[in-house]
Nanobody, 126 residues
Framework: QVQLVESGGGLVQPGGSLSLSCAAS????????VGWFRQAPGKEREGISC????????SYAASVKGRFTISRDNAKNTVYLQLNDLRPEDTAVYYC???????????????????WGQGTQVTVSS
């Protein structure tokens, strides 16, 4: 049974940092493109960062580029998202997702990913 479990969310002040983890079971993440997505209240789910399964290339949404960093640890079967310089507009539920298809990390579209975690809440507030 495939399972993705996110952790690391929480409440943080503006300018603060968080580190999110996406731990997988039932699949080997090294063979999957993995993305981080978020959904704020009343808004559509959006792709914010993805990492490919062919050359580990990465992509970032303009709103997070330079502040967030995606990485993977194949030995731990886990993908991470480091969130720095957090802003109130980063408040959302953050999801990780995976898919074995190639060449989807660049676009980082929600509909291209078939395996999803349950999400972790990130709240940025003073």
């Amino acid at each position: 049974q495939v399972q993705l479990v996110e952790s690391g969310g929480g409440l943080v002040q503006p300018g603060g940092s968080l580190s999110l983890s996406c731990a997988a079971s039932g699949l080997t993440l090294d063979y999957y493109a993995v993305g981080w997505f978020r959904q704020a209240p009343g808004k559509e789910r959006e792709g914010i960062s993805c990492i490919s399964n062919d050359d580990d290339s990465t992509s970032y949404a303009a709103s997070v580029k330079g502040r967030f960093t995606i990485s993977r640890d194949n030995a731990k079967n886990t993908v991470y998202l480091q969130l720095n310089d957090l802003r109130p507009e980063d408040t959302a539920v953050y999801y990780c997702a995976a898919d074995p298809a190639l060449y989807i990390a660049t676009s980082c579209f929600v509909y291209e990913y078939n395996y999803w975690g349950q999400g972790t809440q990130v709240t940025v507030s003073s």
